[in-house]
């Protein structure tokens, strides 16, 4: 009996179990996962995580993890049957997330990100939105600015592009694209979202130079329609 309970005791620190206590951070609503497997792509972590006894992969923008380090989060976008082009691999199941947050970045109280946590604790993240922003983004010799493409959109219909500017919102893997909302901090006559698509794969916040063809009343059908879009997008170093 005491091997067996020697033996329970071992697995339980191993999965780093208290058999005593509860933890008072998924006790607020936040959970935890203790990282399995670490595999880094060009704009994001993703992270093999046991959460509650089960193994689950999630995905942040780019961190330095390791194995055995605790993370706990809340939210996220699950993507079922996620394919990575850049990992040439199908996931059953991704959880996209902004952010991830270590123990020692948590108001145990709140179960919110401390401000007073030291910078390194913590993982910084954008929030996805549609709103305009403000940005005083500086143009890329050569590039559009998102204003005068919507202001002379003939002009640039079929031609290649290019174009400065901060993703606002990530869809991946919707109809074989991943599709990136875009503003550069100009607007012509209220539009200033430019929706651009490509295989790349993007956090919110990054501020990015795209490469891609102008395309005019484009039609995805199921409500995707849009008057200008970029196409075929990749990024340029």
Known sequence: MKLLQSVLALMLFLFGINATAQDPHTDSGLRKGIVQEVLQVSSYTYLNVLEDGEKKWIAVPTIEAK?????????????????????NRTFDSVLFLGSITSAEAINVDSGMVDPDAPKEDVVPAKQPTLDQLELNIEAVEGGIRIATLFENPQQYAGKSIKVVGEVTKFTPSIMGKNWVHFQDGTSYEGAYDLMITTQEILAVGD???????????????????YKVILEEGVILD
């Open 207 to 225: 501020v990015v130079v795209f490469e891609g063809v102008i395309a005019l009343d484009k039609d995805f059908g199921a409500g995707y329609f």
């Open 67 to 87: 194995l055995g380090e605790i993370y706990y989060y809340k939210g996220g976008m699950a993507m079922p049957n996620f394919q990575s082009t850049e990992l």
